[in-house]
């Protein structure tokens, strides 16, 4: 921006500013004349100069309270003021527009040259200022015809008397003491180009803009939210000064109030920012509290007062800043004392600025030079907080970078107690959000699986052999539920209780399981080992998924009869030589592909139902002869079971020696023949 702003000025395009003629004129270095009230009369500067009604006006600033000693009455008062000049018109370039630049001029006027209006913000009404005038900056552009050799330049001025004893109303006259010349208009709107203004303007209302989007992000750190008031009441308070809305707006009683009654809220604002920076977790001091009632307080009279009034405010504004100024200072001291972070750089900006305001606050009531700094000032202030803010989102990111690193150890951590599944379900994302007492009825697959006699192969084992044999076990098991879309709820012992969300998956995982437990027991049989055996119960039904305990202490649980079911069946597979025994709501649940290796086992009537359930098993890990010898004669078989339900024990028992002799090594179908003999007491 500012290259762009660099080449549009520097002579590169367009003509060259350079000149060489005579100008500029400073009208500072001119005799001036004042005179009460407004004379509207064509006189030539040897006649007014000779009127005992003019008074010649020694030096500049011209702010006609002072010199008129005006009473404090907030009466309107009018003054003539005249000068001269004289000008080589033959080395004015005739292609270029003059123009007068008033540095400062108020607060109603109207300028005449050789007797001609040239500007009118003259707006008197019954010794009232109808439209308020108070200019910076203002640029009038000459009609070329007016320009003589020898030439009358006539200011009608009006003003307010002093409001009050703290001030004369110095915004009434002239007020600066420099600033005030004749020259090319280009070269006067070059050298006062609101441009650098208003570009700087733009990344303060942006800062402030960002700083606001922060807070609205994070509200726990409310430095953002006082940065963010700060930065656009300043950057308002650059805007009401600037020679653009000078020139646009006739009055500017709006802006002056706009300049005025921003700079309290920049002042607390700023206060609460360094406060809430360096120390946000320390209640406020009775200093702050005066900073931000004394400033709003002043804010909210500004809003009320009438114009005339407002420099006396300022005034006392200026009275109550200065203890604020100070503890300004104090809290900078104190956070280098205290060695808080980005305490140096913020210091020896914030110092920087507070020179600037103090000048300005000088240079107001004192010297009228009409230099401002505070604008660049606050500039470096933004530079000098852009590099803090810089080191810190660097240092932040690296401090995240290694969070991430500790929140992905820990969430690994977590989750081999608590499954990830498992907190989908609940809708949680975060272990953060895991309450006591957490719930929610799902509809799943619960899956039991058991080592066969481990009671009494542990018993062979020292506790050592036991924890290593278990782990070596389960670690094998573990991926097979992973893997096919389930997860393990609980350990019990050598027992895993486990959860899936399809019948499908849940005896795929059971199927696989067995054949990795063939896998298994080969190794075993290498190490001299002998096998082992599993059981798996499987039912589906709904569930009450939840978290028990006590607040310092939560457990993830699944409560139902589903859980007791499946875990019954598990311990049923040992009473019908089953490795798979399922429920009928399993088994109606799976795909066709399945169903020629699933057959009916019993109808039996569990621990606390008196309903009786179907239960089934699966074969299909089975080998493939057994598998095929099974299906074979799978109707025999469910003739002979419905038989034996039926209580025809004669007809069942027949059947089931014609399968046995198909296949004696069935299993269960041995297991039926043996207790159907001893029923009806057939040998």
């Not at 005038?133 to 002093?162: C, E, M």
């Not at 005339?308 to 109550?320: G, Q, T």
């Not at 192969?457 to 782990?471: A, G, K, V, W, Y």
Request: proline fraction near 3%; hydrophobic fraction near 45%; include cysteine.
């Amino acid at each position: 921006m500012f290259l762009i702003y660099f080449l549009m000025h520097s002579g590169i395009f367009g003509e060259s500013l350079s000149v060489g003629e005579n100008l500029p004129i400073s009208l500072t270095t001119k005799d001036w004349y004042i005179a009460i009230g407004k004379d509207d009369r064509s006189l030539s500067p040897e006649v007014y100069r000779a009127l005992p009604e003019y008074s010649r006006i020694e030096k500049f600033p011209i702010i006609i309270n002072q010199l008129f000693q005006n009473p404090r009455d907030h009466s309107v008062r009018e003054y003539t003021l005249r000068t001269e000049f004289d000008l080589d018109l033959s080395r004015i370039h005739p292609g270029k527009e003059i123009a007068f630049f008033l540095s400062g001029i108020g607060e109603s006027w109207s300028m005449t040259l050789n007797g001609e209006v040239i500007l009118d913000r003259y707006f008197l009404k019954e010794k009232k200022i109808e439209s308020y005038s108070f200019n910076r900056n203002s640029i009038i552009t000459i009609p070329h015809d007016l320009l003589q050799k020898k030439n009358v330049l006539t200011i009608y001025i009006a003003g307010y008397t002093p409001f009050s004893f703290l001030t004369p109303n110095v915004l009434f006259g002239l007020r600066f003491s420099d600033g005030y010349y004749l020259d090319y208009e280009k070269k006067i709107r070059y050298d006062h180009s609101d441009l650098s203004v208003l570009l700087l303007n733009s990344i303060y209302v942006f800062f402030g803009l960002y700083h606001l989007f922060f807070f609205i992000k994070w509200p726990q750190k409310k430095y953002n939210l006082y940065f963010a008031l700060f930065s656009l009441s300043i950057s308002t308070y650059f805007l009401a000064f600037s020679s653009f809305l000078f020139e646009t707006f006739t009055s500017n009683q709006i802006q002056f109030l706009m300049a005025l009654a921003t700079q309290p809220l920049a002042l607390f604002s700023f206060i609460l920012f360094l406060w809430e920076y360096f120390f946000p977790n320390v209640s406020y001091s009775r200093m702050m509290w005066y900073s931000i009632i004394s400033n709003i307080l002043i804010f909210v009279v500004y809003l009320f007062a009438k114009v005339y009034m407002y420099h006396s405010i300022l005034y006392v504004w200026y009275f109550l800043a200065i203890p604020q100024l100070l503890f300004i200072v104090y809290l900078i001291l104190k956070a280098l004392r205290e060695g808080s972070k980005d305490a140096i750089s913020m210091a020896s900006s914030t110092i920087v600025l507070l020179m600037v305001v103090v000048w300005e606050i000088m240079d107001t009531i004192i010297f009228h030079t009409g230099f401002r700094f505070l604008q660049y000032a606050y500039f470096a202030f933004i530079l000098s907080l852009i590099l803090i803010l810089a080191n810190r989102f660097i240092e932040i990111n690296w401090e995240t970078k290694i969070l991430n690193i500790e929140i992905t150890k820990q969430r690994d951590l977590f989750s081999k107690f608590v499954p990830e599944q498992f907190l989908e379900v609940l809708g949680k994302d975060l272990r953060e959000e895991i309450a006591l007492g957490d719930c929610k009825l799902e509809e799943v697959t619960i899956v039991f699986s058991d080592i066969r006699n481990f009671t009494s192969l542990s018993e062979s084992m020292t506790p050592d052999e036991n924890f290593r044999f278990i782990n070596s076990y389960l670690s094998r098991m573990s991926p097979v539920i992973e893997n096919n879309h389930g997860f393990i709820d609980k350990f019990i012992g050598d027992a895993i209780m486990s959860i899936f969300r399809t019948p499908v998956d849940a005896l795929k995982a059971s199927i696989e399981a067995f054949e990795v437990l063939e896998v298994f027991n080969q190794h075993r049989a290498n190490s001299g080992y002998t096998p082992i055996g599993i059981g798996i119960g499987i039912h589906t039904g709904k569930v009450m998924m939840g978290t028990v305990g006590h607040k310092n202490r939560l457990s993830t649980t699944v409560i139902g009869d589903t859980v007791n079911l499946a875990s019954r069946l598990e311990s049923l597979t040992k009473k019908y030589h089953a490795n798979i025994i399922i429920s009928e709501s399993t088994a109606s649940s799976l795909p066709e592909s399945f169903l020629p290796f699933i057959r009916m086992v019993d109808s039996v009537i569990v621990k606390g139902k008196s309903i009786p359930v179907h239960i089934y098993e699966c074969y299909q890990m089975n080998s493939d002869s057994q598998r095929e010898l099974k299906k074979s004669y799978n109707d025999k078989y469910e003739t002979a079971l419905l038989l034996k339900i039926e209580k025809d024990y004669i007809s069942a028992l027949k059947i089931f020696k014609e399968i046995l002799e198909i296949n004696p090594d069935d299993l269960l179908i041995r297991m039926y023949y043996d207790s159907l003999t001893s029923e009806v007491g057939v040998t």
